[in-house]
């Protein structure tokens, strides 16, 4: 079974600073999809980005952007400009080709400083 | 207009007892999901229903049963409660797999 690792259980920024959050995950398969979700204090998880393992290009959605490593599985979301409304955990996710089953790591609880 | 909801948002029973958690989406998406977050904040899938059919269901024990009338509804009803059932069930639904939309979190506290 695949596992995803996110080390930094905590982590906070001064607001306006670049931030970077990790994930490593472990599979033997060649197809699959990687995501990042947001889950604010309000507690509605909300899906950030998304990254197709077969697409060398890392996704970026406005301030948000991975950095996709597949031969080193590692996939890390950069946060630019952080706002005081990213403070929240944020879930990496993994999801095989063809499969329904996402996932989730355990999570890195972000806070922005004002 | 709210996307995914889930109702009741707090629950607190004794152990023992039968509660169940219902949860409709607006969106028209075929797949409907239940995930449990436990203390630590882990999300795990319990059970997910593809146009009212069942095609996940995780290891969990039977005494959780969900139902899925139609499609834009998939409740959840769980028998005898015990203390370790205490966690936050989120429904989700999805228009693609993995693109998850999720309701605001059932809360159950058991005593």
């Known amino acids: 079974a695949q596992t995803v690792t996110q080390s930094q259980p905590e982590m906070s920024v001064q607001e306006a600073e670049t931030v970077t959050l990790s994930c490593t995950y472990d599979?033997?398969?060649?197809?699959?999809?990687l995501f990042w979700y947001k889950q604010p204090p309000s507690r509605q998880m909300i899906l950030v980005i998304r990254q197709e393992a077969y697409k060398q290009q890392n996704a970026t959605e406005n301030r948000f952007s991975v950095n996709f490593q597949k031969a080193a599985k590692s996939f890390s979301l950069k946060i630019s400009d952080s706002q005081l409304g990213d403070t929240a955990m944020y879930f990496c996710a993994f999801l095989f080709f063809g499969n329904e089953k996402l996932t989730f790591g355990t999570g890195t609880r972000l806070t922005i400083i004002p | 207009d709210t996307a995914v909801s889930q109702t009741p948002k707090y629950l607190v029973t004794q152990m023992g007892n039968d509660k169940s958690i219902k949860c409709e989406q607006n969106?028209?998406?075929?797949?409907m999901y239940w995930y449990k977050q436990d203390s630590k904040k882990f999300l795990k899938i319990m059970f997910s229903?593809?146009?009212?059919?069942?095609?996940i269901n995780e290891t969990v024990p039977n005494r959780f049963s969900p139902k899925s009338p139609d499609k834009a509804h998939l409740n959840l009803h769980i028998n005898s409660l015990e203390l370790g059932d205490s966690a936050v069930y989120f429904c989700?639904?999805?228009?693609?797999?993995?693109?998850?939309?999720f309701g605001e979190g059932s809360r159950l506290t058991v005593l």
């Open positions: 229903y593809n146009n009212k059919e069942l095609i």
């Open positions: 599979t033997s398969e060649n197809n699959y999809y």
């Open positions: 969106l028209g998406h075929d797949t």
């Open positions: 989700a639904s999805s228009p693609v797999p993995g693109e998850l939309f």
